[in-house]
T-cell receptor, first 115, second 111 residues
Framework: EAQVTQNPRYLITVTGKKLTVTCSQN?????MSWYRQDPGLGLRQIYY???????DKGDVPEGYKVSRKEKRNFPLILESPSPNQTSLYFC??????????????FGQGTRLTVV | QKEVEQDPGPLSVPEGAIVSLNCTYS??????FMWYRQYSRKGPELLMY????GNKEDGRFTAQVDKSSKYISLFIRDSQPSDSATYLC???????????FGTGTRLKVLA
């Protein structure tokens, strides 16, 4: 079954404690990206990756890091989380964006609370 | 001003109604337009994907793009309670891998 898997689904952590949210896809997709979803602000792109070892900033990259060492994995790293990073996070993947009929798959989401 | 504007709703309609969902945008460079459906506590799923102006139909769903007015629409015919969800529009253009999403419109179809 084609899917994007995020872990953990729920996480409560304290300010300043480094954490990693993992994302894995089993479709051999080139393109992967991370979003955060906040009430009234919708989905905002944090980082994206066009392929292995190729990443770039989205609209709200501050406070986040990513890496793409393997095609299937795209972890999101919060080196020093702060309460304003409390949000619902989604990972997404697709074959290649900007092409007609490209199916985009989203993970189930990670609800992060930073206290 | 946000690049993409979308009425958050909620929009409540009776079962069987025709639903119209809309987004306006300010960046004339956008070429690719998408509609996603998001059920509560789930990730978004792609519904429709169109390029440039025109209409695209898929079953009960029709997507329209009017680039001259910077306006896109999603129509749902014969709406069902199972269509109750949040609908997000998204846009991008060639040469970028960045997607801009609307804030989403929450739809409730009443049985």
């Amino acid at each position: 079954e084609a899917q994007v898997t995020q872990n953990p689904r729920y996480l409560i952590t304290v300010t300043g404690k480094k954490l990693t949210v993992t994302c894995s896809q089993n479709m051999n997709h080139e393109y992967m990206s991370w979003y955060r979803q906040d009430p009234g602000l919708g989905l905002r792109q944090i980082y994206y990756s066009m392929n292995v070892e190729v990443t770039d900033k989205g609209d709200v990259p501050e406070g986040y890091k990513v890496s793409r060492k393997e095609k299937r994995n795209f972890p999101l790293i919060l080196e020093s989380p702060s309460p304003n990073q409390t949000s619902l996070y989604f990972c997404a993947s697709s074959l290649s964006p900007g092409q007609l009929n490209t199916e985009a798959f989203f993970g189930q989401g990670t609800r992060l609370t930073v206290v | 001003q946000k690049e993409v504007e979308q009425d958050p709703g909620p929009l409540s309609v009776p079962e069987g109604a025709i639903v119209s969902l809309n987004c306006t945008y300010s960046n004339s460079a956008f070429q690719y337009f998408m509609w996603y459906r998001q059920y509560s506590r789930k990730g978004p799923e792609l519904l429709m994907y169109t390029y440039s102006s025109g209409n695209k139909e898929d079953g009960r769903f029709t997507a329209q793009v009017d680039k001259s007015s910077k306006y896109i629409s999603l129509f749902i015919r014969d709406s069902q309670p199972s269509d109750s969800a949040t609908y997000l529009c998204a846009m991008t253009y060639s040469g970028t891998y960045k997607y801009i999403f609307g804030t989403g419109t929450r739809l409730k179809v009443l049985a």
